[in-house]
């Protein structure tokens, strides 16, 4: 039985190229890259979703961790598991440059599903913020919409919700559906040639 799942560079990028196609329908203005296993995939979909004659989809990268428990101020309870804000985005500097996320379709991206309790509070974490400057700028008539793309789900119960309405309008999408197996992404092998031979004979080149 497999347990340990290799994934190549290669097959990271035919991912996010099939999944251009249909997150292309979704018109995003903007991604928002959860580190640091979405920045990668984020910067190769850029490269797919990039439309002729127009502006490359800026990326902004926000990062997050889970704790079991830290005690601290900083941390937000989520279905269980604590989440910490390591990176967060930038309101200000975003306004100077015009870039905010009112009206906006946001893509949301990460590299695996696994409990769900990382998307479930970037989204909820993300309605929130927008909600707010909405409120401030008097703009609460524009609709912002989320889409989140992962390479991977993990077939598992999970921890934490994301919402039906987003589910059923097919604003959730998974380039592969998987079993709850632990996945090396090619970003975190110390020795790239062996892992990308492990990926090769596993098929996911
Ligand atoms: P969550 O449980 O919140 O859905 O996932 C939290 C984070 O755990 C993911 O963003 C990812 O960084 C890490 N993670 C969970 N399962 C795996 C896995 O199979 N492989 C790798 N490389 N990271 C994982």
Redesign the pocket.
């Known amino acids: 039985m497999v347990e340990k ?1 290799y994934i190549s560079y290669n097959h990271v990028h035919k991912l996010c190229q099939e999944a251009a196609e249909v997150i292309k329908e979704f018109n995003p203005h903007l991604m928002i890259a ?1 580190g ?3 920045f990668i995939p984020a910067r190769i979909l850029r490269t797919f979703l990039k439309k002729e004659n127009a502006k490359n989809i800026p990326i902004q990268a926000i990062g ?1 961790s ?1 704790y079991e428990d830290l005690g601290t101020d900083t941390v937000v309870e989520t279905a269980g ?1 604590e ?1 910490v804000r390591t990176q967060w985005l930038d309101f200000g500097a975003m306004a100077e440059h015009s870039v905010d996320l009112i009206g906006k379709n946001v893509l949301i991206v ?12 970037a989204l909820s974490e993300l309605e929130k913020d927008v909600q707010e400057q909405a409120e401030k700028l008097g703009r609460t008539d524009e609709v912002t919409k989320f889409f989140i793309f992962v390479l ?1 789900n ?1 077939d598992k119960p ?3 919700q994301l919402p039906k309405e987003m589910l059923d309008s097919g604003r959730y999408l998974a380039a592969r559906t998987v079993p709850d ?5 090619p970003w ?1 092998a110390k020795d790239i040639v062996e892992h990308s031979a492990q990926a090769i004979k596993q098929g996911n080149d």
Do not use: M, Q, S
């Open positions: 799942v959860i640091g296993g979405g997050l889970l598991l989440v990460d590299e695996v599903d696994d409990t769900r309790t990382t998307l479930h509070y991977h993990k999970k921890r934490a197996y632990w996945i090396a992404y975190e």
